[in-house]
């Protein structure tokens, strides 16, 4: 039982810096006006993203979203190490932030943390969405499909570029799995 608090005390000591950080000077990060959650629900494949220290070693990464009583049901999916390593799974739940036209959510993948999750671009027909956080220093391109078209995946960057994210920090995921 000691043994147990001593290692909640260091976890808390090394996530006490991360949520300072969070709390950084930057300008209000601007989201999409308004998400349709209907549509917005379901699988969509990650494309890139700012590499996290929780990612290390995924390809094929996968998001699917449903909805539950009264949030977000959150399965991320990745393979680690190769396309044809063992499939890691992550469950959380997200929060619609009220008056964010669901646009802004928080997410929790560990009690009692929540992240911030805001939908900075967003197709009309829904086939992409960028995801990014206020800190500037998460980001991830999603796409209904395992590929995007180059074009869209410039014009992304450029967009994410002018809203203060470093893209020279995207790294673009493996998605030659076989499901």
Wanted: hydrophobic fraction near 40%; aromatic fraction near 12%.
């Amino acid at each position: 039982m000691l043994l147990h608090h001593k290692y909640s005390i260091v976890t808390m000591l090394i996530l006490l810096p991360f949520l300072a950080a969070c709390s950084g000077t930057y300008a209000p990060l601007t989201t999409v006006e308004k998400v349709d959650l209907q549509k917005y629900l379901g699988k969509w494949y990650e494309i890139a993203s700012i590499p996290n220290s929780f990612q290390k070693g995924c390809n094929c990464t996968t998001a699917e979203y449903t909805i539950e009583d009264d949030f977000i049901r959150v399965i991320n999916s990745c393979r680690k190490d190769s396309v044809t390593g063992a499939l890691d799974k992550a469950r959380g739940k997200a929060f619609v932030v009220e008056g964010s036209g669901n646009s802004r959510l928080l997410v929790q993948f560990f009690w009692p943390f929540k992240g911030h999750y805001y939908i900075i671009d967003l197709a009309s027909d829904y086939s992409y969405a960028v995801v990014g956080s206020p800190s500037r220093k998460y980001l991830w391109i999603l796409s209904r499909s395992p590929r995007i078209a180059p074009e869209i995946y410039n014009t992304i960057c450029k967009n994410a570029e002018a809203k203060g994210f470093n893209i020279s920090l995207l790294r673009k995921t493996i998605q030659d799995c076989n499901e």
